[in-house]
């Protein structure tokens, strides 16, 4: 399914974005949905992931407490609420799909199918 990514920017450390990543098909419900970053000289990461119906929800530890993830599937749409921002947040992040019914998983090779990225910067 294509996803695009949006929602990126200049943001100062504590400040917030919300970035929203929107599929076009009628099978966006039918999909795990991941959120992962990579900064500069780093491999891509696993930030965040959310089941198909919206009910499980994992991140990683750097970020539990700040961001949220959310899904709208009858917008076939979701998001990642990012609060608290610091510098090390710094990273372009990528929405991606998941057709495997096997849960949340966090590699990115696991994953089926990818957004273009937005760039979150967090300087002051």
């Known amino acids: 399914i294509p996803l695009q990514a949006s929602g990126g920017g200049l943001v100062q450390p504590r400040g917030y974005l919300r970035l929203s990543c929107a599929a076009s098909g009628r099978a966006f419900s039918i999909y795990n949905m991941g959120w992962f970053r990579q900064a500069p000289g780093k491999e891509r990461e696993f930030v965040s992931g959310?089941?198909?119906?919206?009910?499980?929800?994992s991140y990683v530890d750097s970020v539990k407490g700040r961001f949220t993830i959310s899904r709208d599937n009858a917008n076939n749409t979701v998001y990642l609420q990012v609060n608290n921002l610091k510098p090390e947040d710094t990273a372009v992040y990528y929405c991606a799909a998941d057709r495997s019914p096997l849960g949340i998983r966090v590699r990115d090779r696991e994953y089926d199918y990818w957004g273009q990225g937005t760039l979150v910067t967090v300087s002051s």
């Open positions: 959310i089941s198909w119906d919206g009910v499980r929800t």
